[in-house]
């Protein structure tokens, strides 16, 4: 056989792997989140009627188009996402190994099953379980030790020094960016000189706070799904329901008071007397601080300083749109991790040509 023979068959190769590990990383995004083991069941399950899915009805990519999306045995859809992460695992497969030497190849397609299990777990949660950041990490100094040529050395002992400090580059770096922005833009505690009136007001799928002479919308207090507003009031009233003194406890999506819950879609109007607002952000983003430490891990310094600029750059484009096409929905919120994955991405294919033209920039 000649050459380009060995070539496509190496190029099916990769794309079929590809296609098989994506099936399997369906699973972790579906079972990381709510803490079902990897291995057991060993067979997949439908999620709607739990009954065990044959072999021959899990065949990646295959399967979902002839089944066209729907389980076998009860008819429920199956969703989108499961085609999407094998077909977009099996093209970044095949894109690795078509780029890169076969030991870097390797490499990549692990930090690559990694990314895309972290990206759609955040789509869908707003978190990054550890078993992703974390084990991204550990999992990219291995990888770095195993093939110095990711961290351009030939020394493994270096390799695995610079795949360590760029993982801690990181997450200093991210921790910093959110300390700053806390510092900049988050007021934690505002206690009123006098008892303030405000009003929430629901318009379309938004709503607009007014507290004293401030108003703002609803939607622009809330990054993640964690975060939380609190609202010391000495009276209170949600809708025809009123209150003395109480605290108002805001999620995105619901309202907390005295044992209460009241869906914010349920909600026309809030209004009252606040002396204190709260807003507790402690945990937020620490699953990003670790992601961005593993992508460090695997692909070193630079790609941290790109991932995050590319990220952010991507994050405040796609969030001037939605701002322009006026479509934010409560649930709208994008989390930070997909921007990240996206630009270590673009780095791992592009980050020779951009360094290209930048030093290109400086040379001018
Ligand atoms: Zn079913």
């Known amino acids: 056989m000649d050459r380009t023979a060995y070539d496509l068959i190496f190029c099916v190769f990769a794309f079929l792997l590809g296609a098989a590990v994506g099936s399997f990383l369906n699973v972790c ?6 803490d079902l083991s990897i291995n057991r069941p060993r067979r997949s399950f439908c999620p709607a009627c739990n009954k065990p899915i044959p072999w021959h009805q ?43 030497p076969w030991p870097v190849a390797i490499a990549y397609w692990v930090f690559v099953s990694f990314l895309i299990v972290g990206t759609f777990i955040d789509f869908e949660h707003f978190i990054i379980p550890d078993q992703v950041t974390i ?18 050395t030939d020394s493994r002992f270096a390799a695995g020094v610079r795949s360590l400090l760029a993982a801690a580059l990181g997450y200093v770096i991210l921790l910093f960016v959110l300390e700053a922005g806390k510092i900049a833009f988050g007021r934690k505690r505002i206690r009123f000189d006098t008892p303030t009136p405000f009003t929430w007001t629901k318009r ?42 109480v605290t108002l406890d805001f999620h995105y999506d619901r309202i907390a008071v005295e044992g209460e819950e009241f869906l914010l879609d349920h909600v026309n109007e809030i209004s009252g007397v606040a002396c204190e607002l709260l807003i507790p952000r402690e945990a937020m983003g620490r699953g990003d601080l670790d992601f961005l430490a593993a992508i460090g891990a695997f692909l070193g ?53 951009f360094l290209r033209w930048y030093a290109g920039l400086l040379n001018l």
């Open 135 to 152: 084990g991204g990490m550990i999992a990219g100094i291995a990888a770095s030790v195993s093939v110095p040529a990711l961290m351009e």
């Open 58 to 100: 899990n065949l990646p990519l295959v399967s979902w188009l002839v089944l066209r999306g729907r389980c076998a045995n009860c008819g429920s859809r199956i969703s989108f996402r499961y085609f999407a992460v094998e077909l977009l695992t099996a093209l970044l497969f095949l894109a690795v190994w078509q780029r890169f």
């Open 204 to 245: 379309e799928d938004d709503a607009d706070f007014i507290v004293g002479n401030e108003k703002s919308l609803w939607s622009d207090h809330f990054a993640r799904e964690k975060d939380r507003l609190l609202l010391q009031c000495d009276a209170a009233k949600i809708d025809n329901h009123s209150y003395g003194n």
């Open 29 to 34: 995004i579906y079972r990381l989140p709510v």
């Open 301 to 353: 310094w630079r790609a941290v300083l790109f991932s995050l600029f590319a990220g952010s750059l991507l994050g405040s484009i796609i969030g001037l749109i939605t701002l322009i096409v006026g479509k934010r929905v409560w649930s709208a919120k994008l989390p930070f991790g997909p921007y990240l994955g996206f630009g270590a991405v673009s780095w791992m294919f592009f980050g020779d040509t």
